[in-house]
C-alpha cells in the first residue's frame, strides 16, 4: 500500500529511487534552546523542561490534550489531536521531557502540535549528535502516515541493511582521491544521516560531482564515439574560391570571433569525420559571412552546400545578401522557398540534382524529398531553435556520408547550460562584434509617456530613421492579444496618419504572402512604422531602423527582448530601444527591464535568464532530459560543472575505451545505466 503511494506520489520505485529522495534540510537535534528566545521566525526548536499541566479539552474532532511544559524561562504549549489515550498515560505533570517540533503560535503564545517526546535525562542526552533529515512528502502522503519523519525511518532502516559492496564506487580513485570526496557509500549515508554540516557537505558536493561528471563522461564519449566511428567527407585545402573571395571581395576585415571560428570549421572539416558545430554567435556578430565564407571551402574541394533560414524573409535576405557579396564568381546560387514558382522551381532542382549549383540557399523547402543534391558537402541551418530535431536529421541524410553540419543559433546560451545540453557537440562561440557598432541605449518608460515616446518617434522619422513598434502576441492564436494588436494599430495610426507617414503591420495571422508585401515595403523605406507580433523576432535586416519600441515589454521573457532589440543597431546610426510597461511590475518583471537597460550582451542576459527562470525553461533543453539533476545546479554549481568536465575530458583522453582496470568501475556503471537518460542531439 505504501509502496504503491510512494510511486505515485514521489514517483519512488525501488530502493535505489529511495536513496535518492534527498532531505531537503536538516534538523539540528543536538542543541537544546530555551522557550523565550522563541520568536515568530523560529521554525524547529528543541528545548527541555517540566511539564506543569496536562487536561484533555473539546468534544469528538475537537477533543485534544493540551499540555504545559516550562523551562524556568516560559512555557510552551504541546498539543495532541491524536493518540490522546498514550499521552494521557505518559505526559503528566512533574515529568522532565525533551521536548522537538515546529513551532506555531495560537492567541500569540507558541505552541508545538504532535512534537517528538522523549524522557529528559541531561547526562543521557549529550552524546545524542547528529542531524535530522527533512524530506519532500505530499499531504496526500502525510495522510497515509507517510511524513517526513517516516520517509526518515525508511531510508535509516535501508541503509543499516546497505553494505559498502552494495553500493559500489563509480568514479576511479586516481579522479577522486585527489577530490578528497567520500566513497559513494558513505556519501549516501552522509547525506542523509550527516553526523555535523561539515561531513554533510562534503557528501553533497561528492553526490553533486558524480551527477555531473557521469553526464559529462557521458556526453564526451557521445563526441569521441562520432569522430571516431563516423566517417566524414574530407575538405582538403582551401582553394582559390575561399582564397580570392577572401582577399578581394570581403568588404571588410573579419573580427577576430569570426577568424577562430572559421578556423575551428576549417580543422573539423578536413579530419575525416563529420562535423556537427554549434556556433552561437550573438545577434550581428557576424554569423552570414562565416556560413558562406565555409559553404566556399565546400565548393573549393567539389562539393555543395546548403543554407536553410527559418522563414521566407529570411532565406531571401541571405540570397540577396550573399549573390551581392559574390558578384561575378564563378559560384552557382540559387534560392528555393515554398512560394518559388513551379518551372523555376523544376530548373532549381535539376541543376542541383546535376551538381551545376553550388550553394542552394532556402527554408524548409529544402527538406522536401524532391531536392536531390549531386554531393551535399556542408548543410547550415540558420537561427537553430525553429527547427526541429526531426527536421534537421532529414538534411543529413540528403547524402550517403552525411555532410558536415553547422547550425548557428542568434540566442546566446548559457556556458555551463551548453555545456551540459549541448556538450556532445562542437561548439564554437563569437562573442565579439564587428567594429564600429553604436552602443544601442534602452530605456524604461510607463505607458503614460506614450505620447512622449511617439514624439521621440516622430523626431526619428524625420532624420530618415525608421521604428518598429512591438506588441506581446505571445500567443498567435490567441485572439484577446489580437484584438489588443489591433487596438495598438489603430492608436499609432492616430499618432501617424497616413500620409505623410506610413505603417507596415506584420503577424502571425496574415496570409504568408500579405506578410511579405507588408515587410518588404519596410525593407525598402516605403514605410517608416513596421507594426509588428515577435515574428520578425529572428534574423530580419532593417540597418535603417534605429528605433524598437516594445509595448507591454513586461510580457516578454529576457532572451526575447534581446533578440528584439537586435534588430536596430544594425547601421551606423545611434539607435535607441525603449521598453514600455504598466506601472505594477512583479519583481521579475521588474528585474528583466533593469537587466535590459543596463547590458546589450547576450550573453550576460542569458546568464540572468537561467538565473531567473532557471534551466528548465530555457528553449530546445525542455526535453534533453540532461538537466534533470537531482542534486547539481547548472545555475549555482557552476565551478563543479567546470571540474566535472574537466575530469572528464581528462580521463577519456587517457582512457576513451574505459579500459584499464582502474576505470573498470566506471564502465560498469555506465553499462548499468544505459539506457536510462535520454539523451538530446542535435544530430
Ligand atoms: P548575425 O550574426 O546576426 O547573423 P549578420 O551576419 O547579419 O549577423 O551581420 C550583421 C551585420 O554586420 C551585417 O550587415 C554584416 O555585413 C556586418 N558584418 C559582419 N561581419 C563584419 C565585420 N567583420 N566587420 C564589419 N561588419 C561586419
Ligand atoms: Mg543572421
Known amino acids: 500500500m505504501k509502496g504503491d503511494l510512494l510511486k505515485k506520489e514521489l514517483d519512488i520505485f525501488t530502493f535505489y529511487d529511495l536513496l535518492q529522495h534527498f532531505p531537503y534540510r536538516h534538523i539540528d537535534k543536538t542543541e537544546i534552546r530555551k522557550i523565550n528566545e522563541i520568536t515568530p521566525a523560529t521554525e524547529y526548536i528543541q528545548v527541555a523542561g517540566k511539564i506543569i499541566s496536562s487536561e484533555v479539552i473539546g468534544e469528538r474532532r475537537g477533543k485534544r490534550l493540551v499540555a504545559e511544559l516550562t523551562d524556568g524561562t516560559g512555557t510552551l504549549e504541546l498539543v495532541w489531536f491524536q493518540g490522546i489515550n498514550w499521552v494521557e498515560k505518559n505526559i503528566r505533570p512533574g515529568e522532565q521531557l525533551l521536548v522537538f517540533g515546529k513551532i506555531s503560535f495560537f492567541m500569540g503564545s507558541p505552541q508545538i502540535t504532535h512534537p517528538e517526546t522523549e524522557i529528559y535525562t541531561p547526562e543521557k542526552s549529550d552524546g545524542k549528535k547528529f542531524l535530522e533529515p527533512v524530506y519532500p512528502t505530499t499531504e496526500k502522503l502525510k495522510v497515509r502516515g507517510l511524513n517526513g519523519r517516516q520517509i526518515g525511518k525508511l531510508v535509516f532502516t535501508l541503509l543499516e541493511m546497505l553494505q559498502e559492496k552494495d553500493m559500489p564506487e563509480n568514479i576511479p580513485d586516481h579522479i577522486l582521491s585527489p577530490l578528497q570526496f567520500p566513497s559513494r557509500y558513505k556519501a549516501y549515508n552522509d547525506i542523509h544521516f550527516p553526523s555535523d554540516n561539515i561531513v554533510y557537505e562534503s557528501a553533497l558536493d561528492r553526490l553533486k560531482f558524480e551527477e555531473l561528471f557521469i553526464a559529462q563522461v557521458r556526453l564526451h564519449l557521445l563526441k569521441l564515439n562520432r569522430h571516431r566511428y563516423t566517417k566524414g567527407i574530407v575538405f582538403k585545402e582551401v582553394g582559390n574560391l575561399f582564397n580570392t573571395f577572401y582577399h578581394d571581395y570581403l568588404p571588410f576585415r573579419l573580427t577576430g570571433a569570426q577568424k577562430k571560428v572559421l578556423k575551428e570549421i576549417r580543422q573539423d572539416t578536413a579530419r575525416g569525420y563529420q562535423m556537427n558545430r554549434l556556433l552561437q554567435g550573438d545577434v550581428g556578430s557576424g554569423k552570414t559571412i562565416v556560413a558562406l565564407l565555409s559553404m ?180 498567435e492564436s490567441s485572439k484577446l492579444a489580437y484584438e489588443d494588436l489591433m487596438k495598438g494599430y489603430e492608436n499609432v495610426k492616430a499618432y501617424f496618419p497616413e500620409p505623410p507617414y506610413w505603417i507596415s503591420m506584420v503577424h502571425g495571422r496574415m496570409p504568408t504572402e500579405q506578410k511579405e508585401v507588408n515587410m518588404q515595403r519596410f525593407v525598402q523605406n516605403d514605410t517608416q512604422i513596421m507594426v509588428s507580433t515577435t515574428v520578425i523576432e529572428v534574423g530580419v535586416n532593417v540597418p535603417n531602423a534605429s528605433v524598437m519600441v516594445i509595448e507591454s515589454a513586461e510580457k516578454f521573457g529576457l532572451s526575447q527582448l534581446h533578440q528584439l532589440r537586435g534588430r536596430v543597431g544594425r547601421g551606423a546610426d545611434k ?86 582496470s582502474v576505470n573498470l568501475k566506471l564502465k560498469n556503471f555506465l553499462m548499468q545505466q544505459k539506457g536510462q537518460t535520454l539523451w538530446s542531439k542535435i544530430s
Open 296 to 475: 566556399l571551402l565546400a565548393a573549393d574541394n567539389g562539393f555543395q552546400s546548403c543554407l536553410m533560414a527559418p522563414t521566407e524573409i529570411l532565406a531571401q535576405q541571405h540570397f540577396q545578401n550573399i549573390s551581392s557579396l559574390l558578384k561575378d564568381m564563378p559560384v552557382a546560387t540559387a534560392l528555393l522557398t515554398g512560394s518559388t514558382r513551379k518551372a523555376e522551381r523544376n530548373k532549381i532542382l535539376t541543376k542541383v540534382a546535376e551538381g551545376k549549383t553550388h550553394l542552394l540557399i532556402g527554408t524548409h523547402a529544402l527538406l522536401e524529398d524532391q531536392v536531390q543534391f549531386h554531393n551535399l558537402g556542408l548543410a547550415i541551418v540558420d537561427e537553430q531553435h525553429r527547427f526541429g530535431v526531426a527536421q534537421r536529421a532529414k538534411l543529413w541524410s540528403k547524402n550517403e556520408v552525411p555532410p558536415h553540419v553547422l547550425v548557428m543559433t542568434a540566442t546566446p546560451i548559457p556556458r555551463t547550460l551548453a555545456m551540459t545540453a549541448y556538450g556532445d557537440l562542437d561548439y564554437s562561440v563569437m562573442d565579439e562584434l564587428p567594429p564600429g557598432r553604436q552602443a544601442i541605449t534602452t530605456v524604461h518608460r510607463y505607458d503614460d509617456a506614450r505620447s512622449q515616446v511617439m514624439d521621440f518617434i516622430k523626431a526619428e522619422i524625420k532624420k530618415g530613421r525608421q521604428a518598429y513598434i512591438i506588441f506581446p502576441l505571445i500567443e
Open 575 to 660: 539607435s535607441y530601444c525603449i521598453l514600455l510597461s504598466g506601472k505594477k511590475l512583479t519583481a521579475d518583471a521588474r528585474e528583466r527591464i533593469k537587466i535590459m537597460c543596463a547590458t546589450t550582451d547576450g550573453f550576460v542576459i542569458a546568464e540572468k535568464d537561467l538565473e531567473l527562470r532557471g534551466p528548465g525553461d530555457i528553449e530546445g533543453t525542455r526535453q534533453s532530459g540532461m538537466l534533470n539533476f537531482k542534486l547539481a545546479s547548472i545555475v549555482k554549481d557552476k565551478h563543479m560543472v567546470d571540474l566535472a568536465k574537466e575530469k572528464a575530458e581528462f580521463l577519456l583522453k587517457e582512457d576513451a575505451d574505459l579500459s584499464t
